[in-house]
């Protein structure tokens, strides 16, 4: 049934009441100190806890994409979508390990603002144009849209009301700061953990139910048996979803770039953690890493339970199926979601808000933040005060969230969506860009040249082997691993590397070639600006190594369970 009852938009309201009042509390108590710092605004420096810092990056990492394009991949291709979950817990350990102190160490509040000052202003403004231009255009928008979309289907409300009222909702959060918006996102997590796991229960007891028992237990063990292909971490070159996830790939090859260049180089995640000390931000990461296990557990098992009740005929046709008449498994979690009882379905829905709004408002903070700091203040007004500053950043906000409600309904995002094409499309840029930062951060030698070199040639690259394959119908390659075959409608074949097979190829070329781009320059006298490292900051104190200990472990053991 896709209305919500009156208890529903109670239970709705409570959310909402909650997370606003809250955020007006947290926004007056810190307002004398923070209305004219700028660095207080955009990244609330030395005011954020360990813990609001990890339960702001899943708030901001989790949304639409995740709860119905991850659970689509859930229903389709079942737990080994999990690999971005249980590697982005590793990868955040790492992150915490060896990137923030590089961060915290040259005083780095912006990732132009570390291209500026390890390569030079070219190379900046390249990337603070081109991080503002996706940002808007493609991240705001799929937010903004996909999250209205699901909403909308789930409530019956009018597509455009959700949206405008997601947009107004973030806006609220987002112009009180980086510290409003990493406090409220601790709330925002409590909602969609609960509302996640209620939502996760009932569709594991339904699978149970419709086989005649009882209890999450009995319907997880009935969806293994039932769906035990949908039970495998790794894909075997013969599995129809092995494109989307290659087989070893996820652990050594490109699933690494993925998520490092996504955890560690990226304004909008690592924002959260460079306002603080070393000891909270690195306390903060290895809480989300926690925090990223539990993940699959309300955003991948959802789509396993729609599977197997689809299987079982539970659902009639229409309900899973687009006007063509192809099953489309993004629509396996709002279909769970209608089949809620009444107020559960509304605690389901704040929690499904309280990703997007919590992604919204950390995507915005991001837009503003660039803009201000990397655009505004270096080439349009040097002398702006601080609260020019941070009232320039609140205007961004606002015209950023006015830009995303008017656009997105014209960019086919609806037709386009789904969390394995946002993955690849992200990856025609992030290799050359993560080699840049990586040898940027560990290699003094590297060169402005090669970083620019990286940043076209990293794209123009990925480009090449996306479409080479398929022009040239090279079938060689899949005689030696680096290709595999689709059949068409007609019956012939055709060839393409799986896109994190490429990522993998494109980071290795680029990081050669920056390599002899950046040995050309030196021997000609280019003297690059290398960062201050120091091998001691990298030591962790005993805490976080017996934590992240414990989180290496518990992910060997759920590849080792799930191979």
Not at 272 to 300: N, Y
Not at 367 to 389: N, R, V
Not at 456 to 467: E, H, T, W
Request: include cysteine; charge should be positive.
């Amino acid at each position: 049934m896709k209305t919500l009852q009156t208890i529903d938009y109670l239970v709705f309201l409570g959310y909402f009441l909650i997370v606003a009042l809250y955020g007006y509390w947290v926004y007056n108590k810190k307002k004398v100190a923070s209305a004219s710092a700028s660095h207080d605004y955009f990244l609330a420096e030395g005011s954020l806890t360990w813990w609001a810092i990890g339960a702001s990056l899943i708030a901001s990492n989790i949304s639409a994409e995740q709860f119905i394009g991850m659970s689509g991949n859930g229903f389709k291709m079942g737990l080994a979508i999990s690999a971005y979950e249980w590697m982005a817990a590793a990868t955040l350990m790492i992150v915490a390990i060896f990137f923030i102190p590089v961060y915290l160490k040259n005083k780095i509040y912006t990732m132009p603002q570390f291209l500026n000052q390890r390569y030079n202003s070219t190379v900046a403004m390249i990337m603070a144009v081109f991080w503002l231009l996706l940002y808007v255009i493609v991240n705001l928008t799929s937010i903004l849209y996909l999250g209205a979309l699901a909403i909308s289907s789930i409530s019956g409300l009018n597509l455009y009301v959700c949206m405008y009222a997601l947009a107004i909702f973030a806006v609220i959060i987002t112009l009180g700061g980086m510290k409003v918006i990493g406090f409220t996102d601790v709330i925002q997590v409590f909602f969609l953990i609960l509302g996640g796991l209620v939502t996760t229960y009932l569709a594991l007891n339904l699978v149970a139910k419709q086989s005649g028992s009882s209890g999450v237990i009995s319907g997880f063990k009935l969806m293994m048996s039932g769906a035990n292909d949908h039970f495998h971490m790794i894909l075997k070159r013969d599995n129809p979803n092995y494109t989307s996830l290659p087989g070893l790939t996820v652990l050594i090859g490109g699933m690494w770039i993925v998520n490092l260049n996504y955890w560690g180089c990226n304004q909008y995640i690592t924002q959260r953690a460079l306002g603080a000390d070393l000891k909270t931000a690195r306390g903060g990461l290895l809480f989300a890493s926690f925090l990223k296990l539990l993940m699959p557990v309300i955003v991948v098992l959802p789509g396993i339970a729609a599977y197997v009740l689809n299987q079982r005929g539970y659902f009639t046709h229409h309900e899973l199926m687009d006007r063509s008449g192809e099953v489309i498994g993004d629509k396996a979690y709002p279909t769970l979601l209608n089949l809620l009882p009444i107020g559960f379905k509304g605690l389901s829905v704040a929690a499904l808000t309280a990703a997007i709004v919590a992604s919204l408002a950390g995507k915005a903070n991001s837009i503003a933040t660039i803009f201000t700091l990397d655009i505004y203040q270096k080439k349009i007004k040097p002398s702006a005060t601080e609260s020019e500053l941070v009232k320039t950043g609140k205007i961004a906000v606002l015209l950023a969230m006015m830009i995303g409600c008017l656009i997105s309904p014209f960019l086919g995002i609806d037709k386009k969506g789904g969390f394995d094409f946002i993955q690849e499309y992200t990856g025609f840029v992030s290799p050359g860009i993560f080699a840049m930062f990586i040898l940027g951060f560990f290699w003094k030698k590297t060169t402005s040249n090669a970083a620019l070199f990286a940043t076209i040639g990293g794209f123009g690259l990925s480009v090449l082997f996306k479409f080479l394959p398929k022009l040239m119908n090279l079938e060689f390659l899949s005689g030696f691993g680096l290709s595999t075959s689709v059949k068409q409608e007609n019956g012939s074949f055709l060839y393409e590397i799986p896109f994190l097979d490429r990522m993998g190829f494109v980071f290795i070329l680029c990081v050669i070639i920056m390599y002899f781009i950046s040995m050309f320059d030196n021997r000609n006298g280019v003297t690059p600006h290398g960062l201050e490292v120091d091998t001691k900051m990298f030591k962790t104190t005993n805490a976080f190594a017996v934590g992240a200990l414990i989180i290496g472990g518990l992910i060997v053991a759920l590849y080792t369970f799930f191979w």
